[in-house]
């Protein structure tokens, strides 16, 4: 199973832009899959999540720490938080996958784990779907930051 699933704002391209979703939408649809998963025996879960969530805040730019502290980029952040803490503690295999700046452009490249979130970062949007699929046909692991090599 894979899930895309965010908190969307009226204006992506505007961190301050009002929010359009519930802001508990990752956690709250990710622990209903995962009880439905288990009814029905699937293994594995691959979620998006965000490079800056969880642990991986400290490594990510000063500039980018601002914007997910001081706009509306905030509750998607606690709520990709709070949807890793229900795969934590769902019993099933699944990743969390960190992607940096999600573009739509350029081909699928391979993706790579890296350390650090800069403020020019991004990743194509058909690579994080490859590594989804990857994760999924894989072994699961913990959490990742992806960015394109």
């Known amino acids: 199973m894979i899930s895309c699933l965010g ?5 992506p391209y505007n961190p301050w832009s009002p929010i359009r979703s519930p802001e508990d939408l990752t956690a709250r649809s990710t ?6 998963m288990k009814t029905h025996g699937v293994r594995k879960l691959a979620c998006v999540s965000a490079a800056g969530v969880g642990e991986s805040f400290s490594s990510v730019s000063l500039p980018i720490r601002w914007l997910i502290r001081y706009t509306n980029l905030a509750p998607a952040y606690r709520d990709l938080g709070r949807m890793e803490s229900v795969l934590t503690g ?3 295999e699944s990743t969390a996958l960190r992607p940096t700046t999600l573009l739509s452009v350029g081909p699928c490249r391979p993706a790579r784990e890296v350390g650090a979130y800069k ?6 949007r058909a690579s994080v779907a490859r590594s989804l699929i990857d994760a999924i ?13």
Not at 137 to 149: C, H, R, V
């Open 31 to 36: 622990a209903n899959i995962v009880a439905a």
């Open 7 to 11: 908190i969307k704002r009226r204006n």
């Open 119 to 124: 403020l020019w970062s991004w990743i194509p």
């Open 90 to 92: 769902s019993g099933i």
């Open 137 to 149: 046909e894989g072994s699961a692991k913990g959490p990742s930051t992806l960015q394109i090599s």
